[in-house]
């Protein structure tokens, strides 16, 4: 097995070994049982589980941020943009309900990762928002007065508290599409100039 293979099946063991028993119970032995390798094997790729931890964020996110750049690309309304956002966001839970447990729950309960990490892929992730936010007041369709520091911000901790709700209750009241759309009219109604399409 390849290096990069070996790598991307322990992070896949991880992530779903820190879903089900936390990041904090998970032991080192755990995910190289999961990933059917020996203990030692982990050592030759990570420090400890908390490197585990941040290549997940860092390996994960990154993968995230491509896919909904490629979508966002092929729409030239920055309204269209942030709905296909919004889609994609929480289409996580649904498809990757592990890695949405771990990015939602686990990655919260670490106040060394959270003091520590300098999240620049989170913060690369959150600014799809506000590049969008700058298109949008470029072409008079976002209010001027907006700021988009503090709109990607409300924007985003919607998206999120929906999928922290999900991640929470696996069986949601309202589906993944009218969600996404829901907050979409919502948000767009309070930053536009221009009517929000039908």
């Known amino acids: 097995m390849r290096t990069s293979d070996k790598h991307q099946k322990i992070i896949q063991a991880a992530i779903k070994v820190f879903a089900t028993k936390g990041f904090f119970s998970a032991r080192i032995s755990d995910i190289a049982k999961e990933a059917k390798v020996a203990d030692g094997t982990i050592y030759l790729y990570f420090n400890n589980k908390y490197d585990i931890l941040i290549s997940i964020f860092e390996e994960e996110i990154g993968k995230i941020i491509l896919q909904v750049k490629l979508a966002i690309e092929e729409e030239d309304d920055p309204r269209r943009k942030l709905e296909i956002f919004a889609l994609h966001h929480l289409r996580l839970v649904d498809e990757k309900r592990d890695l949405a447990e771990v990015l939602q729950m686990e990655l919260r309960q670490s106040n060394k990762f959270m003091k520590e990490y300098r999240n620049?892929?989170?913060?690369?992730?959150?600014?799809?928002?506000?590049?969008?936010?700058?298109?949008?007041?470029e072409r008079n369709i976002f209010r001027k007065n907006l700021l988009p520091g503090v709109a990607k911000?409300?924007?985003?901790?919607?998206?999120?508290?929906?999928?922290?709700l999900w991640v929470l209750a696996p069986d949601p009241v309202y589906t993944i599409e009218e969600?996404?759309?829901?907050?979409?009219?919502?948000?767009?109604?309070?930053?536009?100039?221009?009517?929000?399409?039908?």
Do not use: C, K, W
């Not at 911000?153 to 922290?164: H, I, N, Q, Y």
């Open 179 to 198: 969600t996404a759309q829901q907050i979409s009219d919502i948000f767009l109604v309070g930053v536009s100039n221009l009517p929000a399409p039908a």
């Open 153 to 164: 911000r409300a924007f985003f901790g919607a998206l999120d508290e929906m999928s922290r």
């Open 120 to 137: 620049t892929r989170f913060i690369e992730y959150v600014d799809i928002i506000s590049t969008i936010i700058h298109l949008g007041q």
